[in-house]
């Protein structure tokens, strides 16, 4: 991993949160602020390529910098960048920089946890996969209900009034001149004015 922010405590529990960025909104903030009442650390992970998507919209650079500029202030924050998007594939590099103690918890949402229950890790099952790390879920839209069997290594996330709250909501606002700045960090405003400007397109 390369990191661009990191905690200076070592944690023994680390909350991973993956994610595209684009941009920063507060839900992922308040994602990772309710994480913290269970793990020491969450470190935002902005992987260099996608399982399911190209890059569109903010460069890779222009993303790491808006992180940097809404997470400057949190002491238990971190920032890095993985080589792939894979929850197996980013968990692997996490434990060559963290060490193989540190018990890993990846954060999501519902909508998120569903397409990960359902992504191809290459032949291993995703309760293989599982028994590296542990899902943080918070409800959106709905409580995610784990497949049978996968209790213990998926827990709720209690978070409340973030279920409309997304980056593509953020700039489809940009794109049609309605409000959008009560939806991400104000740390960030002037970046995302600047880098979503409707005629800079989207993605």
């Not at 990191?6 to 994602?31: C, D, E, K």
């Not at 784990?146 to 009034?161: K, Q, V």
Request: negative net charge; aromatic residues 10%; proline residues 7%.
């Amino acid at each position: 991993m390369n990191f661009f922010q990191r905690s200076s405590a070592p944690p023994s529990r680390l909350g991973v949160l993956p994610g595209t960025f684009n941009p920063p909104t507060v839900a992922h903030l308040a994602l990772a602020r309710a994480a913290l009442e269970i793990v020491d650390e969450v470190v935002f992970v902005l992987p260099q390529v996608f399982p399911h998507k190209p890059y569109h919209g903010a460069s890779f650079e222009q993303r790491v910098a808006m992180l940097r500029s809404a997470l400057r202030s949190e002491a238990a924050f971190s920032i890095a960048s993985a080589r792939q998007g894979l929850f197996l594939e980013i968990a692997a590099e996490c434990r060559g920089d963290y060490g193989a103690h540190v018990q890993l918890s990846f954060l999501c949402g519902r909508d998120a946890a569903e397409r990960i229950a359902g992504w191809d890790y290459g032949g291993a099952a995703f309760a293989d996969t599982l028994s590296g790390f542990d899902l943080l879920v918070a409800a959106r839209s709905g409580e995610f209900h784990p497949p049978d069997g996968l209790e213990s290594r998926i827990r709720t996330l209690p978070l409340a009034g973030f279920d409309e709250i997304s980056a593509t909501e953020v700039r489809d606002r940009i794109t049609h001149a309605r409000p959008w700045e009560h939806l991400v960090p104000p740390e960030i405003h002037a970046e995302v004015r600047r880098i979503y400007r409707p005629t800079a397109g989207s993605g």
